[in-house]
């Protein structure tokens, strides 16, 4: 197997049969051979979005499940975060460089006691790929650091990640904090991961629930517009 795959020149393989070894390299961890795809990929012609959804985000979706089975084991599947986050830093760059007009800005971090950062991250470059300034508080991110980042970067938006159900309830803190103090209304509070749903988004008191980083882009327009509106209707 491991002397096949020595032999395998990626450029050569057409599309759909590209992609699923992408699928594999990532499942494998393999950093380089993951990152030689994207750039296959790329000089192919398909767009950055396509080449994350098809050929990144779906492979990780694939590591997920066999991690949800006790197939894949956490060393395993750290490698493979990895190779997905390299491949998403050569994306990152053509995501970003769309012109957009500035749309907004958001203030986003993975919740205390979640370490999880792959859809955050992924949330943060769709979000300047649509023209919004992103300031990212990384992960871990407690109260009282979303409290000082709101205050000195007046943001328009505040989004939360967790993928933990043991984290998720975090976010819950942060509403209830910034309703204690009466700052509730002066943000936009978007909240995503895996575990959460619509009904988790609307019982916290956040403003949306993103399913996914094209959703949470939609929704963030959509609220900003509707601000704007407010704004100018007086
Ligand atoms: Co973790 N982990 N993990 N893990 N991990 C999950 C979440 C899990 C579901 C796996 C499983 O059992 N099937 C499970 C949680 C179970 C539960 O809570 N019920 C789990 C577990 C148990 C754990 C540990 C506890 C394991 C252990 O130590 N025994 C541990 C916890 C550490 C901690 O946080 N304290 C742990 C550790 C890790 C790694 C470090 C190995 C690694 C993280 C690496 C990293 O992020 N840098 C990891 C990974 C990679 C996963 C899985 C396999 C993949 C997550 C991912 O990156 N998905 C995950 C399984 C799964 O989710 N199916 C799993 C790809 C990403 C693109 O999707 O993050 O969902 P996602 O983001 C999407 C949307 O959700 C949405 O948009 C994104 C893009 O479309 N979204 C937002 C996300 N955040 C948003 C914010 C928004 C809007 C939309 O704001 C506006």
């Not at 007009?101 to 949330?123: E, S, Y």
Request: a negative charge.
């Amino acid at each position: 197997m491991a002397e096949e795959d020595d032999d395998l020149i990626l450029s050569d393989l057409p599309d759909d049969e590209l992609v699923p070894q992408m699928h594999d390299d990532l499942y494998d961890g393999l950093k380089e051979e993951v990152v030689e795809g994207v750039e296959i990929l790329l000089s192919r012609g398909w767009t950055p979005y396509r080449v994350l959804t098809e050929a990144l985000v779906a492979g990780m979706t694939v590591v997920g499940n066999d991690f949800r089975d006790g197939i894949l084991f956490v060393p395993e599947v750290l490698l493979a975060a990895n190779a997905m986050k390299s491949g998403m830093g050569l994306l990152k760059p053509l995501l970003v460089e769309t012109g957009a007009p500035r749309m907004g800005k958001m203030v986003i971090g993975t919740v205390k006691g979640d370490i999880h950062d792959i859809g955050k991250n992924l949330v943060a470059m769709m979000m300047e790929g649509a023209g919004f300034e992103v300031v990212d508080l990384g992960i871990n991110t407690a109260v009282e650091a979303y409290l000082a980042a709101l205050e000195t970067e007046q943001p328009d938006i505040l989004g939360m990640s967790a993928l933990l159900t043991t984290t998720m309830p975090y976010m819950k803190i942060v509403i209830d904090t910034l309703t204690e103090k009466g700052l509730r209304d002066d943000y936009i509070v978007l909240v995503g991961g895996a575990p959460l749903n619509e009904e988790f988004g609307r019982a916290i008191g956040a403003d949306a629930y993103c399913r996914d980083a094209a959703v949470a882009v939609e929704t963030a327009k959509d609220f900003v517009a509707r601000k704007h509106n407010q704004v100018a209707a007086g």
